[in-house]
């Protein structure tokens, strides 16, 4: 089992940077990736990025890449989203996600342990 704790969110300005947290309960004897996905209101979730056990890949969706980073600090156990060139569109409640595999999935279904979620708000 694997519990995902997210922080760092709030409010930002459009233009402006926020960075998110990601810290798991520990680290699973098998490698897993992770990945972080967004949920505004009235839409469905949807995937922003996502990193592999090691670092090696990274995959990011195309409406926030360029403008956002997905790294991990394995002495931490802590995976970060930094944000940069906010938009209003990226206010939502963001999700860190986990599964028990190193393949990366843009996909929420495929991941099987998932944080409680942090609210962005990005105004104009």
């Known amino acids: 089992q694997v519990q995902l704790v997210e922080s760092g969110g709030g409010l930002g300005q459009a233009g402006g940077s926020l960075r998110l947290s990601c810290a798991a309960s520990?680290?699973?004897?098998?490698?897993?990736?992770t990945a972080w996905f967004r949920q505004a209101p009235g839409k469905e979730r949807e995937f922003v990025a996502a990193i592999s056990w090691n670092s090696a890949y990274t995959y990011y969706a195309d409406s926030v890449k360029g403008r956002f980073t997905i790294s991990r600090d394995d002495a931490s156990n802590t995976v970060s989203l930094r944000m940069n060139s906010l938009k209003p569109e990226d206010t939502a409640v963001y999700y860190c996600?986990?599964?028990?595999?190193?393949?990366?999935?843009?996909?929420?279904?495929?991941?099987?342990?998932w944080g409680q979620g942090t609210q962005v708000t990005v105004s104009s």
């Open positions: 996600a986990a599964r028990g595999t190193n393949r990366l999935s843009s996909y929420s279904t495929d991941y099987a342990y």
């Open positions: 520990a680290r699973s004897s098998g490698t897993y990736a």
